[in-house]
């Protein structure tokens, strides 16, 4: 090999290894950005794990509530039911009494007519026996 064909080559080969440092360095600061976005996915997955089980318990707490609410609902149905039927049997108790007291009423009514009736023929005979009375007194 010549003189010159060896500087050209050591020239090349520095030139080499120039760009070989300069991939090392570009390659190891890829590797520590790569080590920092790692860490900030390992991060961002735990976030994303706690909020998975946030979700669950979430999604739990409503289903036990909403079996609480069917619950309640179901209770206040029963609930109405019963005040429903209690209202009907109140009702019905209230319409017997009230027949009962207008057949008492009208029994009384028609009771208190014939005294009436009766207090009025025996007022027009006692008031015929007074006219009588006063008639005899008249005369003597």
């Known amino acids: 090999m010549s003189a010159q064909g060896a500087d050209n080559f050591d020239a090349r080969l520095d030139r080499l290894t120039c760009l070989a440092e ?15 976005h790692f860490r900030s996915l390992d991060a961002l997955c735990g976030q994303i794990a706690d909020t998975n089980r946030s979700v669950q318990t979430l999604s739990e707490m409503i289903a036990t509530q909403s ?15 019963s005040y429903i039927q209690q209202a009907l049997s109140l009702q019905s108790g209230v319409e017997r009494r009230t027949e009962t007291l207008h057949a008492v009423t009208a029994r009384r009514h028609d009771a208190l007519h014939g005294e009436i009736r009766a207090i009025r023929e025996d007022t027009r005979q006692l008031q015929s026996e007074n006219q009588q009375i006063l008639q005899l007194l008249q005369k003597q």
């Open 22 to 36: 300069a991939n090392v360095q570009a390659l190891t600061e890829l590797h520590t950005l790569a080590a920092v």
């Open 67 to 81: 079996r609480d609410l069917q619950a309640i609902a179901c209770n206040v149905e029963n609930l109405v039911d």
